[in-house]
């Protein structure tokens, strides 16, 4: 072969690689095509309904090239797409659940494996009151009396508080958990460690701030607790149960206002060592809770 010729077929080894390698960024550019030919393009979201709503909300998107496999985008937050049934050749329509997410306005979008498209409108997730029922773990913390227990009451109210993180907590309305902050008050009477005796009409009230802040925060108020013994004999208080002087504002209030909520607070004491301790020079100053549970609605 003579060498102008072999340079020839040189050039032409070159320039198909390098044909392929334009080809493929432009297949990535404009989307990729089926068997057939036709071309897939990422999600293109012209409009949706509502401007605004809850965690757990459905807003429906309006548009072109919606598959099954896309993703919906809150900002930097992503939910599954449900619900498409538009045959390929008409996906204009799709819906998506509002992930559990922060209160604020949040930019839409649609992604699959083709691209990301944006919808013109936003998104305003808002505070809302979850129903419930839920049922979450208490976090350990310390039960404190102020002023301290004594074995007879030196005529002052003593005030029970105490702050412990809640975990868990999927209900029938929404599928993940939400954490939140729970903090307690007792209003204990005089300062007698008869008081924890259980039977009394004490009033005892938490306020939960939960998390995402868009879940409305709740406040549960108990009438009375019973003491009661644990199988290892440690101390354990049950609040609630019966329906009688419990209820829950804001969220998980369930059906019947949270009437049939309850708590449970498991100590590190036995009866005997609560009562030793409240015979002592201080009197009992606080109680260490290892666990309990949380049921609202």
Same mark, same amino acid.
């Given at each position: 072969?003579?060498?102008?010729?072999?340079?020839?077929?040189?050039?032409?080894?070159?320039?198909?690689?390098?044909?392929?390698?334009?080809?493929?960024?432009?297949?990535?550019?404009?989307?990729?095509?089926?068997?057939?030919?036709?071309?897939?393009?990422?999600?293109?979201?012209?409009?949706?309904?509502?401007?605004?709503?809850?965690?757990?909300?459905?807003?429906?998107?309006?548009?072109?090239?919606?598959?099954?496999?896309?993703?919906?985008?809150?900002?930097?937050?992503?939910?599954?797409?449900?619900?498409?049934?538009?045959?390929?050749?008409?996906?204009?329509?799709?819906?998506?659940?509002?992930?559990?997410?922060?209160?604020?306005?949040?930019?839409?979008?649609?992604?699959?494996?083709?691209?990301?498209?944006?919808?013109?409108?936003?998104?305003?997730?808002?505070?809302?009151?979850?129903?419930?029922?839920?049922?979450?773990?208490?976090?350990?913390?310390?039960?404190?009396?102020?002023?301290?227990?004594? !074995?007879?009451?030196?005529?002052?109210?003593?005030?029970?508080?105490?702050?412990?993180?809640?975990?868990?907590?999927?209900?029938?309305?929404?599928?993940?958990?939400?954490?939140?902050?729970?903090?307690?008050?007792?209003?204990?009477?005089?300062?007698?460690?008869?008081?924890?005796?259980?039977?009394?009409?004490?009033?005892?009230?938490?306020?939960?701030?939960?998390?995402?802040?868009?879940?409305?925060?709740?406040?549960?108020?108990?009438?009375?607790?019973?003491?009661?013994?644990?199988?290892?004999?440690?101390?354990?208080?049950?609040?609630?149960?019966?329906?009688?002087?419990?209820?829950?504002?804001?969220?998980?209030?369930?059906?019947?206002?949270?009437?049939?909520?309850?708590?449970?607070?498991?100590?590190?004491?036995?009866?005997?060592?609560?009562? !030793?301790?409240?015979?002592?020079?201080?009197?009992?100053?606080?109680?260490?809770?290892?666990?309990?549970?949380?049921?609202?609605?």
């Amino acid at each position: 072969m003579k060498m102008s010729a072999l340079k020839a077929v040189t050039r032409r080894l070159v320039v198909i690689p390098a044909a392929l390698a334009l080809a493929a960024s432009l297949i990535s550019i404009v989307g990729a095509q089926t068997a057939s030919g036709e071309e897939l393009l990422p999600p293109d979201p012209t409009s949706s309904t509502g401007a605004s709503g809850c965690v757990g909300s459905v807003v429906t998107f309006y548009g072109h090239e919606f598959y099954p496999s896309m993703t919906a985008l809150f900002g930097s937050y992503s939910t599954s797409v449900y619900g498409i049934v538009i045959p390929i050749g008409d996906n204009d329509t799709a819906q998506a659940t509002v992930p559990n997410i922060p209160t604020g306005t949040y930019t839409l979008g649609l992604h699959d494996n083709y691209g990301t498209g944006t919808d013109p409108d936003t998104f305003t997730v808002v505070s809302c009151p979850f129903i419930g029922p839920a049922t979450w773990e208490n976090t350990k913390f310390a039960w404190a009396f102020d002023p301290p227990l004594t !074995k007879s009451s030196k005529g002052e109210t003593s005030v029970a508080t105490g702050t412990a993180a809640l975990t868990g907590g999927a209900s029938f309305d929404h599928d993940y958990p939400t954490p939140g902050s729970e903090t307690l008050s007792t209003d204990l009477g005089p300062n007698s460690c008869s008081a924890l005796a259980g039977g009394t009409t004490e009033t005892t009230t938490l306020n939960i701030n939960w998390s995402p802040d868009s879940i409305t925060s709740s406040t549960v108020t108990f009438t009375g607790f019973d003491e009661t013994e644990t199988s290892t004999g440690d101390v354990q208080f049950t609040f609630g149960g019966s329906g009688v002087g419990t209820s829950v504002t804001g969220s998980y209030a369930g059906t019947d206002g949270g009437a049939s909520s309850e708590m449970t607070l498991t100590t590190s004491m036995t009866s005997a060592a609560l009562t !030793k301790a409240c015979d002592g020079k201080n009197g009992l100053k606080s109680i260490k809770i290892l666990s309990g549970t949380l049921s609202l609605g």
